[in-house]
């Protein structure tokens, strides 16, 4: 079973610095899907980072980038240039592109979450 | 992105009750929806997965009794809690996969609701 894991239960920013939040994972599988959510206070979880396993390019998202180390299984989101409106729980999540053992569908696997509180 | 909605976003009801929670993708077909269950300051748990015209698969420990799932239609999976208890009271949220083909950027991907915050007196 794949795992993901989020080393980091808190982290604190200034606002307009740079912050990365780190995952890692381990799956034995070669081809997969890599995820960041964020939840904000009012809980709506958003996505803000998808990434193919095939891919070697990272993923960006305007200020918002990940380092994809395929080899080391590791999955770090870079915000840049953070806003107050970043304040958020992070959640790394895994996903399958094939069915699990059990026939049912491509569940998502999350981390236990990395709380970002940007400073002013 | 995709869009998925919720209802109600919160909701109050007394021991013994049913409670019924709709999600809804509102600009795609989703066979398949998730229903999640989140603890304060914890990572979202996976109750059920929603099959559109089949049954739910549910998570070990989940009582299929107890949360039942009906996914009638392409854009519509509910979540019914019967006979709600005190510890039922949680925050439960769903999300939709964009199935592929599709969208490269969005497909086999999921898009949450805004959840519902039970509570159970």
């Known amino acids: 079973a794949q795992t993901v894991t989020q080393s980091q239960p808190e982290m604190s920013v200034q606002e307009a610095e740079t912050v990365t939040l780190s995952c890692t994972y381990d799956?034995?599988?070669?081809?997969?899907?890599l995820f960041w959510y964020k939840q904000p206070p009012s809980r709506q979880m958003i996505l803000v980072i998808r990434?193919?396993?095939?891919?070697?390019q990272n993923a960006t998202e305007n200020r918002f980038s990940v380092n994809f180390q395929k080899a080391a299984k590791s999955f770090s989101l870079k915000i840049s240039d953070s806003q107050l409106g970043d304040a958020a729980m992070y959640f790394c999540?895994?996903?399958?592109?094939?069915?699990?053992?059990?026939?049912?569908?491509?569940?998502?696997?999350f981390g236990k979450g990395t709380l970002l509180t940007v400073n002013p | 992105g995709a869009v998925v909605s919720q209802h109600p976003s919160r909701v109050i009801c007394k021991s013994g009750t049913s409670v019924k929670i709709e999600c809804r993708s509102l600009?795609?077909?989703?066979?398949?929806m998730f229903w999640y269950r989140q603890f304060p300051k914890k990572s979202l748990m996976l109750m059920a997965t929603?099959?559109?015209?089949?049954?739910?698969?549910?998570e070990q420990g989940v009582e299929k009794d107890k949360f039942l799932i009906n996914h009638a239609s392409l854009t519509l999976s509910t979540l019914t809690v019967t006979s709600a208890h005190p510890e039922d009271s949680s925050f439960y949220i769903c999300?939709?996969?964009?199935?592929?083909?599709?969208?490269?950027?969005?497909?086999?991907?999921?898009?949450f609701g805004p959840g519902t915050r039970l509570l159970v007196l």
């Open positions: 999300s939709a996969e964009v199935p592929a083909p599709g969208r490269a950027e969005l497909r086999e991907t999921q898009y």
């Open positions: 799956t034995s599988e070669s081809d997969y899907y």
């Open positions: 990434q193919e396993a095939y891919k070697q």
């Open positions: 999540a895994y996903r399958s592109p094939y069915l699990n053992s059990g026939g049912s569908n491509y569940k998502l696997t």
């Open positions: 600009d795609f077909q989703a066979t398949t």
């Open positions: 929603s099959n559109e015209g089949s049954k739910a698969t549910y």
